[in-house]
């Protein structure tokens, strides 16, 4: 697997830095764009592994996988997740880009949505196959007590990047006053990347009142009857305990 990383930041084995990566709006959302002769040279050496498939992501955008698909000779599988049905920019490069396009041999979509972008703007057409989550692995994840729900007090999480508008924390920043009138026990559990700050700006005063800051296992002060615990970005494996504490299993 090649990624945008810096050289002397930790990845699994598996996993080939090609440089870092710079953030660009787009969207609404930031794309990470890693693109240039040095990153052109890494992706030059990495398609001569040999390698039966590549399997690549967004071909359109200006980054790693778009240098592949210029670089790699070969079967060519690539997923497209863009959903944006006016993008001038995609209009606009389609002719430049439509005779690496041709080398794709096979094309899926995470969402309809995705899908028709692609025949929009792009042409030909794609098999939708959604994004997945390996549902055993937060199934057997420890619970936290910390978290763990009662009949009382309910825990509702939110996982997902918080600086994301389309990710739906600003939905369920609205919801809570009504969630807590109806269940004044109520308790929150937000995890994800980005501004915990800034996030919190979403809420009213009622609930910024019952706010708990939990970053880093760090003091708490209880606040209400509701509680909003923040976290920051965490490794893989401990994003599982959250979710798995707030599942019902009754």
Not at 2 to 10: K, N
Not at 148 to 153: D, F, K, P, S, V
Not at 199 to 204: F, I, N, R, S, V
Not at 216 to 241: S, T
Request: charge should be positive.
């Amino acid at each position: 697997m090649l990624a945008p990383a810096d050289d002397d930041t930790p990845v699994p084995s598996y996993v080939v830095p090609s440089g870092r990566a710079v953030p660009v709006p787009y969207n609404g959302s930031v794309a990470r764009v890693n693109i240039g002769p040095v990153s052109a040279r890494r992706v030059r050496r990495w398609t001569e592994g040999g390698f039966d498939v590549l399997h690549i992501h967004e071909p359109v955008s200006p980054s790693l996988s778009l240098l592949a698909l210029w670089a790699f000779e070969g079967p060519i599988v690539a997923t497209f997740h863009t959903s944006n049905l006016r993008s001038r920019a995609m209009q606009a490069a389609y002719p430049l880009l439509r005779p690496s396009l041709e080398k794709i041999s096979a094309r899926i979509a995470v969402s309809e949505d995705a899908r028709r972008t692609l025949t929009t703007h792009l042409g030909g057409d794609a098999v939708v196959i959604p994004n997945g989550v390996v549902v055993d692995d937060f199934a057997a994840a420890p619970r936290d007590p910390r978290w763990t729900g009662t009949a009382e007090r309910p825990t509702i999480a939110f996982l997902g990047r918080l600086d994301e508008p389309r990710k739906g924390l600003a939905v369920l920043a609205q919801a809570i006053p009504a969630v807590l009138d109806a269940v004044p026990g109520a308790r929150f559990v937000v995890a994800g990347r980005g501004d915990a700050d800034e996030a919190a700006e979403h809420l009213d005063d009622r609930s910024r009142a019952a706010l708990e800051p939990a970053r880093h296992r760090q003091r708490r002060r209880e606040g209400g009857a509701a509680a909003l615990r923040r976290r920051v970005r965490r490794p893989a494996h401990r994003r599982r305990e959250p979710s798995a504490s707030c599942w019902s299993r009754r």
